[in-house]
């Protein structure tokens, strides 16, 4: 396979989990080795602008990397709009629990595969507050109106934002916050407009987190791990209640 096809691949299923609730985009990434190379290239945007030119930014931004993985992100989560929308119509009790069978899996692997559980217990509070603030969201006892402009936008920050982590899915912040319908329909009908203030929350967290993400991530990759664990364990709820 040549490198520039390894690089679309890995943007489709890339793509393709990112769209699906509790599957994560950026633990796809690091299955292809590509997820160091592409929070390094989103990192170019968030340089400070004095201490960088224009050919510094094009030989950060990896354009050779970054175009094939995007192509592939691309046209995955447009063809898979349509895939989960069929299922969400025709099949919603199975596609619901193949949703939460896949958090549950992604949970184990965080809490007990990747880490010995001596190590993670540790951050059992980080772990606890994340189902607590899930559920709570999940559970709809927070109430948040995400239909007008600003609210939107936020919920498009903190899915891009989940988005560049591993371990819990963009679209899954989506569902917890009751704007995945929405979502689906819009890309489905390459309608951008209705989705216009989440694409600029994405842009924002787009052009100013990878930097401290890296960082805060390596320094703190276990903690951020069951801290995103507790929220996709008390996120279970929000798939049976808001995705229908």
């Known amino acids: 396979m040549s490198n520039v096809l390894y690089k679309f691949v890995a943007g489709f299923f890339m793509g393709v989990a990112e769209i699906t609730p509790g599957i994560s985009g950026a633990t796809i990434a690091g299955l292809f080795?590509?997820?160091k190379d592409f929070l390094s290239s989103l990192t170019a945007f968030s340089q400070n602008p004095k201490d960088i030119t224009f050919e510094k930014f094009i030989r950060n931004l990896n354009?050779?990397?970054?175009?094939?993985?995007?192509?592939?992100?691309?046209?995955?989560?447009?063809l898979a709009s349509f895939l989960i929308d069929f299922l969400i119509t025709n099949y919603l009790f199975f596609f619901k629990i193949f949703l939460s069978i896949v958090m549950i899996i992604a949970v184990v692997k965080n809490t007990f595969i990747d880490h010995k559980w001596n190590e993670t217990m540790k951050y059992s509070i980080?772990?606890?507050?994340?189902?607590?603030?899930?559920?709570?969201?999940?559970m709809t006892l927070l109430s948040l109106n995400f239909e007008n402009y600003?609210?939107?936008?936020?919920?498009g920050f903190f899915a891009f934002s989940a988005f560049l982590l591993p371990g819990i899915s963009g679209s899954l912040v989506l569902v917890m916050l009751g704007v995945y319908p929405?979502?689906?329909?819009?890309?489905?009908?390459?309608?951008?407009?209705?989705?216009?203030?989440?694409?600029?929350?994405?842009?924002?967290?787009?052009?100013?987190l990878p930097k401290q993400i890296v960082r805060g991530f390596i320094d703190n990759e276990e903690k951020v791990?069951?801290?995103?664990?507790?929220?996709?364990?008390?996120?279970?709820?929000?798939?049976?209640?808001?995705?229908n």
């Open 182 to 208: 929405l979502v689906i329909e819009s890309i489905k009908s390459l309608d951008f407009i209705a989705i216009a203030p989440l694409l600029f929350g994405f842009l924002l967290s787009f052009l100013f």
């Open 150 to 155: 600003f609210m939107l936008g936020l919920a």
């Open 63 to 78: 354009i050779n990397f970054l175009f094939p993985l995007l192509t592939g992100m691309g046209i995955a989560i447009y």
């Open 225 to 243: 791990k069951m801290l995103f664990s507790g929220l996709i364990t008390g996120s279970v709820p929000a798939v049976w209640l808001h995705i």
């Open 126 to 138: 980080s772990f606890t507050i994340g189902i607590v603030v899930a559920s709570i969201i999940s």
């Open 33 to 35: 080795n590509v997820y």
